[in-house]
């Protein structure tokens, strides 16, 4: 990629919870995936272009719940990572048919190789890889091996709190922070289906190539907008 398009050129971390939220209500919004897929469309047309990497969702929580009730204490976190990471390979395949016109026609999932050819398309698919992390980290892996300065995570929250927001009504939003804060936040183990703002795997390694990561909201399309914009925005920038 050229110095522009390179500047044009961003990860998006899209958690499940934003597209398959987990709940009573537990299912894929297909009416955001309509406006995620004209949102994406219209910044495609102003010449950026995206490595999408997707969580898995309720469909992970159900398939690890549903593996660790059938084995008990047999079951292996190992083996509840792969059910999580082929969930999210799922669902990347089922964004990649939202863009099958404008993307690279296989989805990434292995990042030990940088593939050449995906450069070449403005929207490029990607999943789970290995157990040990969530697919933030898959993410910062991407920027790593494709020279990508900034990720942009795609939450259920407006921003980084100090607490859980949903859990406590007193949380106060983090417009900046440094990645050796988040890591004080977010600790420094990864368990199959840990909630936290950013994986503390995928901190390390961010915090050590000097990644730019956002947290935003990904319901909030015209805040995104702003973001790739460069206007000013809801959220949490950590570098």
Same mark, same amino acid.
């Given at each position: 990629? /050229? ?5 044009? /050129? ?10 398959? #939220? ?82 690279? #026609? ?66 106060? #939003? ?22 936290? #703002? ?42």
């Amino acid at each position: 990629m /050229t110095d522009k398009e390179l500047k044009n /050129t961003y990860v998006l971390s899209l958690g499940g919870s934003v597209f398959a #939220p987990n709940g009573e209500k537990s299912r894929i919004d297909i009416e955001y995936l309509h406006q995620f897929d004209k949102f994406i469309r219209k910044q495609v047309a102003l010449k950026r272009r995206f490595f999408i990497v997707t969580g898995g969702g309720y469909t992970a929580r159900q398939y690890r719940d549903a593996a660790a009730q059938a084995a008990g204490n047999h079951i292996a976190d190992e083996d509840l990572d792969w059910v999580g990471i082929h969930a999210t390979r799922l669902n990347s395949h089922l964004f990649r048919t939202l863009f099958r016109d404008i993307a690279y #026609p296989w989805v990434l999932k292995h990042y030990e190789m940088v593939d050449k050819k995906a450069l070449s398309y403005p929207v490029v698919m990607c999943a789970g890889w290995k157990p040990g992390w969530s697919t933030d980290y898959c993410a910062v892996t991407v920027a790593e091996d494709y020279k990508i300065k900034t990720v942009i995570n795609l939450s259920n929250i407006d921003s980084v709190y100090n607490k859980d927001p949903l859990k406590n009504k007193d949380a106060r #939003p983090i417009e900046k922070l440094q990645w050796s804060e988040l890591l004080n936040l977010v600790g420094s183990k990864w368990s199959p289906g840990l909630n936290s #703002p950013f994986d503390p795997i995928a901190s390390r390694l961010a915090k050590k190539i000097k990644l730019k990561v956002i947290v935003c909201n990904g319901h909030n399309f015209k805040n995104l907008e702003k973001i790739l914009e460069g206007k000013k925005f809801t959220g949490t920038v950590v570098e």
